[in-house]
Nanobody, 129 residues
Framework: QVQLVESGGGSVQAGGSLRLSCAFAGKAASRYCIAWFRQAPEQEREGVALGRIGDSNTDYADSVKGRFTISQDSDKKTIYLEMNDLKPEDTAMYYC??????????????????????WGQGTQVTVSL
């Protein structure tokens, strides 16, 4: 059984940085596409970045390109989301999610929340002016 545990959220001022962690527990981690989503109050869940443990390829939503970076520690089966130049509009609950059902980088709906069946508990990120 696969489980995901996020950590690293917090409160920062605009322009600051945070690093989120998503620890994968279970077997065959490299078979899963792992994505970061965020959801602000009364807004839809938005996919912002994704990668795969053991694979250097990553992808990002336009809203975070150039500011957010995915990295990983494959030995720890952990994917990180480094968030720089944070803006108030980045304020949201951030979740990592995993799916083994599609090819991570080429699937057209790879940033669609409904495509992911495994979710972490979320971690709050708050950016103030």
């Amino acid at each position: 059984q696969v489980q995901l545990v996020e950590s690293g959220g917090g409160s920062v001022q605009a322009g600051g940085s945070l690093r989120l962690s998503c620890a994968f527990a279970g077997k065959a981690a490299s078979r899963y596409c792992i994505a970061w989503f965020r959801q602000a109050p009364e807004q839809e869940r938005e996919g912002v970045a994704l990668g795969r443990i053991g694979d250097s390829n990553t992808d990002y939503a336009d809203s975070v390109k150039g500011r957010f970076t995915i990295s990983q520690d494959s030995d720890k089966k952990t994917i990180y989301l480094e968030m720089n130049d944070l803006k108030p509009e980045d304020t949201a609950m951030y979740y990592c999610a995993a799916s083994g059902r599609f090819t991570c980088m080429t699937y057209a709906n790879r940033f669609r929340a409904l495509e992911y069946s495994i979710w972490g508990q979320g971690t709050q990120v708050t950016v103030s002016l």
